[in-house]
């Protein structure tokens, strides 16, 4: 009698190695999750800052080009005076310092192309994110079924849970190495 119970014994500590190492990979998966969560978030936050930063710079531009216009249609001996001139002159300046301010990044188009880089590495994070999230479900899952097993016997939920466990490891993988792999996730 005791041999059959030194033998369940065994493979319920199988079973408790297979949850052991579902469980530490599923804390891997969450923490991963967590850290391109957060990246998604900050990356969000940055094209959105940026792009806020684009429309001022767009409203500016609008509000001097307006004003321009507006001298423009003044009579011409006031339209054509030195001091009209002057600030036409320095206002075209601005206008085409705000379009385009390599040195400082600030131009609109410097902004846009930042934003769209924010986008992108928010794009990317999240895409790990989703990665992630699914190899955590595959690694709870495995361990559920694991976990079944020492009470039912069924020596399937075992296998069950350690084939869920391949497919979380291959997603966790896909989401450092890989992340637009996969079509689903796009």
Do not use: C
């Amino acid at each position: 009698m005791s041999g059959g119970h030194g033998a369940g014994g065994s493979s319920n500590k199988r079973v408790a190695l297979l949850i052991s190492v579902l469980a530490l990979f599923l804390a891997l998966a969450e923490t991963l999750a967590k850290g391109a969560q957060t990246d998604a978030l900050g990356a969000n936050v940055e094209a959105s800052n940026q792009w806020a930063y684009f429309q001022a710079r767009t409203i500016r531009g609008t509000v001097l080009k307006t004003a321009d216009e507006t001298l423009a249609l003044l009579p011409p001996e006031v339209a054509n005076s030195e001091a009209v001139k002057a600030k036409r002159a320095e206002w075209a300046k601005t206008l085409a310092r705000w379009d385009s301010e390599p040195a400082t990044g600030e131009g609109r188009k410097e902004l846009a192309e930042k934003a769209r880089h924010s986008q992108e590495v928010r794009d990317l994070a999240l895409h790990r994110y989703h990665h992630y999230e699914i190899a955590s479900a595959a690694f709870q899952i495995g361990i559920v079924l694991a976990s079944a097993e020492v009470i039912t016997g069924i020596f399937a939920l075992v296998v069950g849970g350690g084939l869920l466990g391949v497919a979380g490891l291959a997603l966790l993988g896909f989401g450092l190495y890989a992340p637009h792999t996969l079509p689903f996730f796009h």
